[in-house]
């Protein structure tokens, strides 16, 4: 969906006078934006490859990251520390490491590199990245969130499945002679660094493990639409629909024409969240054909349960975090407005018998002040409670000079 934010219609209903409403309309702007940009990247089925490739390899990379999906797409929108921390993590695992990944932003250049090298291998197109261009840093802040996404599919393809390039092994053999003076550093180096992604699969293959758990497989089909499944508690889980078709292509050579067929998938991700998991089920049970029935059955008896589960935890975290920052903001309130244990003057202590004695005078003082404050309250208080039990009558002792002198007077 191709959406002009230049458009006024998007900020039309909220009022634009005063300071409140212009951050709140920068606000539901912000927001709209969000909401389009996760939408293009939910419809790509590299955000997909990626989910499932961190969900795979998650004992080779880590799995002290916990990054949700929902996080790594809001970083590919706006990168911040937790997509950094992602592209930091895969690129200590690709050989050689680089020393940029040292600074704050230096993984954005080490990525470029590492990525330049081998993008004939794994994406189609030119590279949205070139170290050749200038300030890379710059330029990757200003990509749009598909083309960081390619980047990201592109260096998980590298994390999984090489060791060096042949540019890459010259120039660690270059740093390392040169730097150590010594060749057998450099093949310690070089047979140091081997594929951990490749030896993960071999040694589970060899332990009996499923085919499926390194190769997803559909949970059905209709004809050429296919439905997918996957996730896990720390990504979440998702739920895919790809349909598939044909388009031809007209390719000239010479004074003839010939026409190809080329196949275009199209990539949509149906339910994110249990709400949405169940709204697909009930319409695909709905459904009057049989395979569409089939697989909602399916996605009733074994997925609805596991996403259940996961929104129930899910939710449990959320509330009990609520309730942290809730006391936390309490806490930081009460600590805002000058509320302490005690407000008495504190003085410096001196152990000696004359401050010891005037201390107990003083003490003395106040609670003969505090008993003679009392004394007079209570004598204001006797003459009313006297008057009330005489019927509101005045005594006759209080009359003098023929004239009625009220006794609080």
Same mark, same amino acid.
């Given at each position: 969906?191709?959406?002009?934010?230049?458009?006024?219609?998007?900020?039309?209903?909220?009022?634009?006078?005063?300071?409140?409403?212009?951050?709140?309309?920068?606000?539901?702007?912000?927001?709209?934006?969000?909401?389009?940009?996760?939408?293009?990247?939910?419809?790509?089925?590299?955000?997909?490859?990626?989910?499932?490739?961190?969900?795979?390899?998650?004992?080779?990379?880590?799995?002290?990251?916990?990054?949700?999906?929902?996080?790594?797409?809001?970083?590919?929108?706006?990168?911040?520390?937790?997509?950094?921390?992602?592209?930091?993590?895969?690129?200590?695992?690709?050989?050689?490491?680089?020393?940029?990944?040292?600074?704050?932003?230096?993984?954005?250049?080490?990525?470029?590199?590492?990525?330049?090298?081998?993008?004939?291998?794994?994406?189609?197109?030119?590279?949205?990245?070139?170290?050749?261009?200038?300030?890379?840093?710059?330029?990757?802040?200003?990509?749009?969130?598909?083309?960081? $996404? &390619?980047?990201? /599919?592109?260096?998980? *393809?590298?994390?999984?499945?090489?060791?060096?390039?042949?540019?890459?092994?010259? +120039? =660690?053999?270059?740093?390392?002679?040169?730097?150590?003076?010594?060749?057998?550093?450099?093949?310690?180096?070089?047979?140091?660094?081997?594929?951990?992604?490749?030896?993960?699969?071999?040694?589970?293959?060899?332990?009996?493990?499923?085919?499926?758990?390194?190769?997803?497989?559909?949970?059905?089909?209709?004809?050429?639409?296919?439905?997918?499944?996957?996730?896990?508690?720390?990504?979440?889980?998702?739920?895919?629909?790809?349909?598939?078709?044909?388009?031809?292509?007209?390719?000239?050579?010479?004074?003839?024409?010939?026409?190809?067929?080329?196949?275009?998938?199209?990539?949509?991700?149906?339910?994110?969240?249990?709400?949405?998991?169940?709204?697909?089920?009930?319409? $695909? &049970?709905?459904? /009057?054909?049989?395979? *569409?029935?089939?697989?909602?059955?399916?996605?009733?008896?074994?997925?609805?349960? +596991? =996403?259940?589960?996961?929104?129930?935890?899910?939710?449990?975290?959320?509330?009990?975090?609520?309730?942290?920052?809730?006391?936390?903001?309490?806490?930081?309130?009460?600590?805002?407005?000058?509320?302490?244990?005690?407000?008495?003057?504190?003085?410096?202590?001196?152990?000696?018998?004359?401050?010891?004695?005037?201390?107990?005078?003083?003490?003395?003082?106040?609670?003969?002040?505090?008993?003679?404050?009392?004394?007079?309250?209570?004598?204001?208080?006797?003459?009313?409670?006297?008057?009330?039990?005489?019927?509101?009558?005045?005594?006759?002792?209080?009359?003098?000079?023929?004239?009625?002198?009220?006794?609080?007077?």
């Amino acid at each position: 969906m191709d959406v002009d934010r230049g458009k006024t219609t998007l900020g039309a209903t909220v009022p634009v006078e005063g300071k409140e409403s212009r951050n709140e309309s920068v606000l539901i702007l912000e927001d709209l934006s969000t909401e389009l940009e996760v939408a293009k990247l939910r419809s790509r089925w590299e955000l997909a490859s990626v989910l499932n490739f961190l969900i795979v390899f998650e004992p080779v990379i880590g799995s002290d990251l916990k990054l949700t999906a929902e996080e790594i797409e809001l970083g590919l929108i706006k990168p911040n520390a937790s997509i950094a921390a992602l592209h930091i993590r895969l690129l200590q695992g690709a050989p050689p490491l680089s020393k940029l990944l040292n600074d704050p932003d230096g993984w954005m250049t080490a990525l470029c590199k590492k990525v330049t090298i081998w993008w004939r291998w794994f994406a189609e197109g030119e590279i949205p990245l070139n170290a050749r261009n200038g300030d890379v840093i710059s330029k990757y802040k200003e990509l749009d969130p598909t083309s960081r $996404l &390619l980047l990201l /599919k592109a260096l998980c *393809e590298i994390r999984a499945d090489v060791v060096y390039h042949p540019f890459e092994f010259l +120039v =660690v053999f270059v740093e390392l002679v040169i730097v150590s003076l010594s060749v057998i550093m450099f093949i310690h180096e070089l047979f140091g660094m081997q594929s951990d992604a490749l030896s993960y699969i071999n040694e589970a293959m060899k332990s009996n493990k499923e085919i499926s758990c390194f190769r997803k497989e559909k949970i059905g089909a209709n004809g050429n639409v296919s439905y997918w499944y996957d996730g896990n508690t720390v990504l979440g889980y998702r739920l895919y629909r790809e349909v598939k078709g044909i388009e031809p292509q007209s390719k000239a050579k010479g004074k003839a024409c010939l026409t190809l067929e080329t196949v275009c998938s199209h990539w949509e991700t149906l339910a994110v969240d249990f709400k949405e998991f169940r709204e697909v089920v009930d319409t $695909l &049970l709905a459904s /009057k054909t049989a395979a *569409e029935v089939a697989i909602g059955k399916i996605i009733n008896d074994d997925v609805i349960p +596991v =996403v259940g589960k996961f929104q129930k935890r899910k939710e449990r975290t959320l509330n009990q975090k609520k309730r942290e920052e809730m006391l936390l903001s309490g806490l930081r309130s009460s600590s805002s407005t000058g509320i302490t244990h005690t407000c008495r003057n504190r003085r410096p202590v001196n152990y000696t018998f004359d401050e010891y004695d005037r201390a107990i005078d003083e003490a003395i003082e106040v609670t003969k002040r505090r008993k003679t404050n009392e004394e007079q309250s209570q004598g204001q208080k006797l003459p009313s409670q006297t008057l009330a039990s005489n019927g509101g009558s005045v005594p006759k002792d209080t009359v003098q000079m023929g004239k009625q002198t009220p006794i609080w007077f």
